[in-house]
């Protein structure tokens, strides 16, 4: 990560603008970045207490939080998502938005394409109908149906 501040310098210098997506497990770095972002993406990838569960490693949630009050305290353009894997219930999607209220928020379908777990691998996706009324019932937006 040293060279990732340089990097976007570099090409914001050159008149692009900087979008970062981030898990944000590295509220430190985000933080450093912000001033020469344009726009970030930051995945949930589940409520905090069902974090472990949902990515397989141990995770430390209070940088989830940090990114977030980041973000939310920023002036810059951002987004929050979570993909829609079949463990994730619909309270656990209302426990995230209850962590986001009033922020931009996307809902993106589940793709049992390539998974690091191959049983979630297995999983089917929620049907159309499903992530619809989810993304309702929570205020979001759908993506990539």
């Known amino acids: 990560m040293p060279d990732l501040k340089a990097f976007l310098d570099k090409i914001g210098s050159m008149g692009f603008r900087i979008k970062l997506d981030t898990n944000g497990t590295m509220p430190d770095v985000l933080k450093e970045l912000l001033p020469i972002l344009d726009y970030v993406a930051m995945d ?3 409520p905090l207490n ?3 569960e ?3 490693v141990d995770i430390d949630t209070n940088k989830i939080l ?3 009050k980041l973000l939310k305290e920023s002036h810059i353009e951002h987004e929050f998502r979570t993909t829609l894997v079949p463990l994730l219930t619909i309270e656990d999607i209302k426990d995230i938005r209850a962590m986001i209220p009033g922020q ?3 809902l993106q379908q589940f793709r049992p394409i390539t ?4 049983g979630i691998g297995q999983m089917r996706p929620y049907r ?3 992530v619809k009324r989810i993304a309702k019932e929570v205020g979001a937006t759908v993506r990539g149906l």
């Open 128 to 130: 159309h109908e499903v």
């Open 66 to 68: 940090t990114s977030v």
């Open 54 to 56: 949902i990515v397989g």
């Open 115 to 118: 998974t690091i777990d191959p």
């Open 44 to 46: 949930i990838k589940a």
């Open 104 to 106: 931009p928020y996307y």
């Open 50 to 52: 069902k974090y472990k």
